[in-house]
């Protein structure tokens, strides 16, 4: 296929079409969530994030609904809206988590979020950032075995759906600016970048606001995970799973790359450093966890 130019109908029914096609229906209650032991059940209530992270999708799904109903051309508000209906029901899903496995999160109030084309654009931004770093923490999850895979791969699903989001909103973005003439590659880095901190700023105030539910967890195994992830291990992790998942799509959409090129410049400059003798080994261990990826990749 000849290469495809941004801004023609063509670019619009290809990012439309496939967001479109890619849509799994599925209900959170009816997942085949497995039952977890002791341990399992003790890490996930453990970590503090489940109030905030319910609140996010919550408020996303009404944000993109809420959008998508302002849109003129018809083939992009499908696709809006779809996206709204999944957002609607990753927050579904968190309840349903939330509830099945009995954590204590409580409700975080949900207003009416401004719906206009800049707070989409927001949080699009935000979502390809929050996007990548839940792909390398579910990358080294699964690596290092802190859930049954039977859990993990419930998740996988939800993952799926945020790569499909963020390509989706980058080709949107990028269509729309290459029509309003601002497509060059200048305006095209300051606009991201400044999305990207507005959305970043956003998130640092949210995250100041969520409830302190103090936990108290003996998991030495887990401590040792934790302790052993270097940032070096992290960004190599994150690289490989945004890797995999992106590649998942079609070759001729545009994929996010703020997030990547920033992770592969931080990466280079941490390998610039003297490592000292246990860094050294901890990013041997990261090494082999983004090669476990590429290895599950050509299986």
């Not at 509830?99 to 206009?116: E, K, Q, R, T, V």
């Not at 936990?215 to 070096?232: F, G, M, Q, R």
């Not at 592969?264 to 000292?276: S, V």
Request: proline share 7%; glycine share 6%; aromatic share 10%.
């Amino acid at each position: 296929m000849a290469r495809m130019r941004v801004g023609t109908p063509q670019h619009r029914e290809l990012f439309c079409r496939t967001f479109i096609d890619t849509h799994a229906a599925f209900e959170p209650a009816e997942l085949p969530w497995p039952r977890l032991d002791a341990l399992h059940l003790a890490r996930l209530r453990a970590f503090p994030f489940w109030s905030y992270a319910r609140s996010i999708e919550q408020r996303a799904g009404r944000m993109v609904t809420a959008f998508a109903r302002t849109l003129d051309d018809p083939q992009i508000r499908e696709a809006v809206a779809l996206q709204g209906v999944e957002e609607t029901r990753h927050g579904r899903l968190m309840s349903f988590v939330v509830d099945h496995y009995g954590i204590d999160a409580p409700l975080i109030p949900i207003g009416d979020p401004p719906a206009d084309k800049d707070d989409f654009c927001i949080f699009g931004f935000g979502e390809c950032t929050d996007s990548f770093v839940g792909f390398g923490a579910f990358a080294i999850a699964r690596e290092k075995r802190l859930f049954p895979e039977s859990f993990l791969s419930i998740f996988e699903n939800v993952l799926w759906e945020e790569a499909r989001h963020i390509a989706f909103f980058v080709n949107w973005w990028r269509y729309e600016e290459a029509r309003a003439g601002r497509d060059t590659m200048g305006l095209r880095t300051i606009n991201a970048l400044k999305y990207h901190v507005r959305a970043t700023l956003g998130t640092a105030q949210g995250a100041t606001q969520m409830p302190t539910i103090p936990t108290k967890l003996d998991d030495p195994e887990l401590d040792a995970i934790v302790k052993s992830v270097t940032p070096a291990m992290f960004l190599e992790a994150a690289l490989a799973e945004n890797r995999r998942m992106m590649a998942r799509l079609d070759p001729h959409l545009l994929k996010p790359t703020v997030m990547p090129v920033l992770a592969t410049l931080l990466l280079a400059g941490i390998r610039m450093l003297p490592p000292r003798a246990e860094t050294a080994a901890a990013n041997t261990t990261g090494g082999q966890s983004a090669d476990a990826i590429r290895r599950r990749d050509a299986a």
